[in-house]
């Protein structure tokens, strides 16, 4: 895993281009203390966000109580909520 972080860093990406790998890595240890959490992910647009992909993915199963994120103002997205279960935006 140091690996890869070094070479993020010399590349500059940001956690924009964190590897989803990285992320479930990382983040296996912390289950307990994500339980009923408000996690709030402060990204350039979800969608593109592996950090969101991660906390979305397993938002059940890491018993989260609310998911937040934020996107660039002229994102397509911006001031709606996300529908990511298909029954239509909220």
Request: glycine share 6%; proline share 2%.
């Amino acid at each position: 895993m140091a690996t890869t972080r070094g070479n993020s860093r010399k590349n500059k990406l940001d956690e924009f281009y964190t590897q989803l790998n990285d992320i479930e890595l990382e983040l296996k240890h912390y289950k307990d203390q994500l339980k009923d959490k408000v996690i709030f992910c402060n990204c350039d647009d979800p969608y593109e966000s592996n950090f969101f992909k991660y906390f979305a993915m397993n938002f059940n199963h890491l018993g989260l109580k609310k998911l937040i994120a934020t996107c660039y103002d002229d994102s397509p997205i911006a001031y709606t909520q996300l529908d990511i279960w298909g029954g239509g935006e909220n």
